[in-house]
């Protein structure tokens, strides 16, 4: 019913850039939430950017004006464009999804019922 499907992590040095896509799958004709997590060893899952299906971005604070998240028109697609990547964004990234209304902020991990199997970035000084 929703597929999600991540690709694009890798390794880069501090300062670097990457671009993660998802390829995604979902029924139309209901209101959907498209967002990024990650999740470092060890560590909380963490929300960085959520797309609502009418295409308004919200970022967290960790990471706005660094990351951006996007998708392209035929709504196939959406992708997360990191910049100034940093040692401590190494985590493995996760394509996520919710039906109904983007939560306040990005929204906590529990929030969103459908998710990726993930893409590793490695980010080294």
């Known amino acids: 019913q929703v597929g999600l499907m991540e690709s694009g992590g890798g390794s880069v040095q501090s300062g670097g850039s990457l671009q993660l896509s998802c390829a995604v799958s979902i029924p139309k004709g209901r209101r959907y939430c498209l967002a990024w997590f990650r999740q470092a060893l060890g560590k909380e899952r963490e929300g960085l950017a959520s797309?609502?299906?009418?295409?308004?971005?919200k970022y967290a604070p960790s990471v706005k004006g660094r990351f951006t998240i996007d998708e392209n028109n035929a709504k196939t697609n959406i992708y997360l464009y990191m910049n100034d990547l940093k040692v401590e964004d190494t985590a493995m990234y996760f394509c996520v999804a919710k039906f109904g209304y983007c939560p306040a902020g990005v929204g906590e991990a529990d929030a969103y019922a459908y998710w990726g199997p993930g893409t590793q970035v490695t980010v080294s000084s």
């Open positions: 797309l609502t299906d009418y295409n308004q971005p």
